[in-house]
């Protein structure tokens, strides 16, 4: 199963090739692949974190909280 980052990794991705894109139409079918993979990476932290119960501090930390909050940040 991916990672937290993994998963911002591929949203990052998308959002460069989309930058790229010639077409209005390719930009947004590229974006809301980016946008997929972000609500990928949200659900897998919350996996993590019900899984993890009394030590989800940790789990969350695991899983680079931050870098999904600035992810969320530039989608916004």
């Known amino acids: 199963m ?3 980052e993994e998963y911002l990794h591929h949203a990052a ?3 460069a090739l989309a930058r790229k ?3 209005p139409e390719q930009r947004d079918m590229i974006a809301n ?3 997929t993979w ?3 990476a ?3 932290k919350t996996i ?3 899984s993890w119960g009394p030590e989800a501090p940790q789990a969350a930390s695991n899983c680079d909280a931050a870098a999904l909050a600035r992810e969320d940040d530039r989608a916004g």
């Open 21 to 23: 894109a010639v077409s």
């Open 38 to 40: 972000r609500m990928l």
């Open 13 to 15: 991705e998308c959002d």
């Open 48 to 50: 993590i974190l019900g």
């Open 2 to 4: 991916k990672t937290v």
């Open 33 to 35: 692949m980016a946008d």
């Open 42 to 44: 949200r659900q897998r």
